[in-house]
């Protein structure tokens, strides 16, 4: 595969990109991953302390910092939750789509792929009126034919692939179909920090909010240098506990202090890269 172009012209003289996003999985990231986990109230009551403590927490913090951010949420929690999901759009948040019950698109077929998409879009415009523009696969694992399918169904973007440190624009099917492609990697997500439930899933470790604050403040340096978008992705269960928040306040308060960094939502970021014109890349899944 060549090298393609990417988006490196940011607004109002800006020399760099950051979002704060927010998957606001609750107890769908746990019920997809193993089916009777619902029987265990532990386990849900640590899922659901994301949107009924977690997201009113962080919801201040963004506040405080002056951060609009996009939540990536999916159909099921919308409707177990809508009274928060209201909340965040209230506030002047994206709302993004994250699947149905966060399904791994691992291994499924079209036609479950497409039922994914289309309950997660059904939900989200019941509860918010919105229909969202931008899409992230559950456990950032997308198919070869994904992009064609946000495509088909209006979507800007995409934030699920690791293979740039820009945002650009990624062919959809036909080659004058695309999507703008927003990267993340797995060292901006708090996931792999905080995330432990015995016995479900998880990464299996609790670090230090010092040590993911660390981290984190030196990959936004280094993206910031490079000219770069830095996407850092939370989860309301995990990032919403208080430690953890004061240390993604701290993030969130070295972001904005940088007056060369455009901070914004992952919609406004993508209708900026789509006003640039960018020649679409196709990526071809490997032969061997």
């Known amino acids: 595969m060549t090298q393609f172009e990417v988006c490196r012209d940011w607004p109002e003289g800006k020399t760099a990109a950051a979002c704060f996003t927010f998957d606001m999985d609750a107890e769908s990231a746990a019920l997809s991953a193993v089916p009777g986990v619902a029987d265990r109230m532990s386990v849900m009551s640590h899922q659901s302390y994301g949107p009924l403590v977690g997201v009113p927490r ?11 951010a996009t939540f ?23 709302i993004a789509h994250h699947g149905y019950l966060h399904e791994t698109l691992v291994g499924v077929d079209e036609e ?19 229909r969202p523009v931008g899409y992230r696969a559950p456990m950032w694992e997308l198919n070869y034919r994904s992009p064609r399918l946000l495509h088909e169904r209006g979507f800007l973007y995409d934030s699920s692939l690791m293979n740039a ?12 179909s695309s999507i703008v492609e927003i990267p993340i990697h797995w060292a901006l997500d708090d996931w792999e920090q905080y995330c432990y439930v015995p016995d479900a899933f998880g990464s299996g470790l609790i670090e ?24 850092h992705t939370s989860h309301p269960f995990l990032s919403g506990r ?4 004061a240390a993604l306040g701290e993030l969130m308060a070295h972001a904005v202090r940088n007056e060369n960094v455009w901070v914004t939502t992952m919609e406004d970021l ?4 789509r006003s640039q014109s960018l020649q679409p890349v196709e990526l071809v899944k490997p032969e061997f």
């Not at 230090?208 to 830095?230: H, T």
């Not at 208080?242 to 928040?245: D, G, I, L, M, V």
Request: charged share 25%.
């Open 242 to 245: 208080p430690s953890r928040a």
């Open 270 to 273: 993508a209708r900026h890269v």
């Open 58 to 68: 962080i919801l201040r913090l963004l506040d405080t910092h002056g951060i609009r």
């Open 72 to 94: 990536f949420v999916p159909g099921y929690t919308a409707h177990r939750y809508p009274g928060v999901l209201r909340s965040v759009v209230g506030a002047g948040h994206e």
């Open 112 to 130: 479950a792929e497409i039922d994914y998409l289309d309950r997660g879009l059904a939900a989200l415009e019941e509860v918010t009126g919105i």
């Open 208 to 231: 230090s909010p010092a040590k993911a604050r660390e981290m984190w403040i030196l990959e936004f340096d280094a993206m910031v240098a490079e000219g770069g978008c830095f996407v």
């Open 165 to 176: 440190d820009t945002p650009y624009e990624l062919v959809a099917g036909e080659p004058a």
